[in-house]
Structure formats: structure tokens, C-alpha cells
């Protein structure tokens, strides 16, 4: 996971990302991650437009974005 977000943060690489809210709602996200810690992920969000701020230990998929769009065109 590291990996990915390292590479987002680098080349501005959007991710997608299923999140469990502390709510227990569950959401997809699209994201560009800025900054990380062992906690956290400040990423911003295309869907909301806005700086989010993700726990990672709520992050139950991460994947490039153009993996998804590969994976659907089949």
C-alpha cells in the first residue's frame, strides 16, 4: 500500500479507494495522495474536491485508477 501511495504523492498518480467511514458507511473514493504518516493519509479528493485526511487502518481497497477502468472494459 506504501507503494501506491508513494507513487500518487511522486507522479500525481489518482487512486481509487473503497473506505469505511468511523460512521461505517462505506464509500469510493478517487484520490490524490499528498502527504502520508503510519496513521493517516491527506490526500485530495476528486469526488469532493476538496484536502481529506483518510485513517489507513479504514482503507479496505486501494488500486490505481487505470486498473479499474481495465478491469471493466472486458
Given amino acids: 500500500m506504501d507503494g501506491l501511495f508513494i507513487r500518487s504523492i511522486e507522479?500525481?498518480?489518482?487512486?481509487?479507494?473503497?473506505?469505511l467511514a468511523d460512521n461505517h458507511e462505506l464509500s469510493q473514493r478517487k484520490l490524490i495522495v499528498m502527504e502520508m504518516n503510519e496513521e493517516y493519509i491527506r490526500a485530495y479528493c476528486l469526488l469532493r474536491k476538496q484536502v481529506r485526511t483518510?485513517?489507513?487502518e479504514n482503507i479496505l481497497s486501494i488500486m490505481p485508477e487505470t486498473c479499474l477502468k481495465k478491469r471493466h472494459l472486458h
Fill in 11 to 19: 507522479e500525481n498518480m489518482p487512486l481509487e479507494m473503497i473506505y
Fill in 54 to 56: 483518510f485513517k489507513r
